[in-house]
């Protein structure tokens, strides 16, 4: 069994994220020197720590330009932390891009499916759900359930949105902000 590299234990932590830290913390500046560090011998994980303390400590921006600089290194698991880093700052048409390049690249890669299915409801689109869905070969019950809840969500948002007379792209505008 190998030991847990620096990256890996900041991931793991980052599962329960709920952004509430101290973003002066030791730990995530910790986390940014090592990254910095180790972007000398792994470039990858290298700059996706970096992006991991960035996020957490509220610097957005860098943490998606560094998982764009990782995810440029053709590695799919930075791939997938940059398409992540892409949905949590509201910039779901590149993230849903990324994506499905994930997945048509391996179409049983459940985590980006997740992924692109909730750029879909934020974007309201029942098509980007659908090209998804045609795409993948990921047959779990979690799937189809968030499937069957966005297309419900997403039909139930425009029919309210239409009879109010907001059109889509506004609300998605808005909700982004």
Not at 92 to 115: F, G, H, R, T
Request: contains cysteine.
């Amino acid at each position: 069994m190998q030991p847990k590299t620096k990256t890996h234990e900041a991931f793991e932590e980052l599962k329960g994220y709920q952004g509430l830290t101290n973003p002066d913390s030791f730990k995530y500046l910790s986390w940014l020197h090592s990254g910095k560090n180790l972007v000398k011998t792994n470039a990858v994980d290298g700059y996706v720590l970096q992006g991991f303390a960035n996020m957490v400590m509220g610097h957005a921006d860098l943490a998606v330009a560094n998982m764009k600089t990782a995810h440029l290194l053709k590695d799919d698991l930075a791939s997938y932390n940059y398409a992540v880093a892409l949905f949590n700052v509201g910039n779901s048409a590149e993230s849903y891009q990324v994506c499905l390049d994930l997945i048509k690249k391996d179409p049983s890669n459940q985590m980006a499916v997740i992924v692109a299915i909730g750029n879909a409801n934020r974007s309201l689109s029942i098509e980007m759900l659908e090209r998804v869905l045609a795409l993948t070969d990921v047959d779990s019950e979690y799937i189809e359930s968030q499937s069957e809840k966005t297309i419900q969500f997403i039909t139930a948002t425009l029919e309210c949105l239409q009879r109010i007379g907001l059109p889509r792209e506004k609300f998605v505008y808005m909700t982004r902000l």
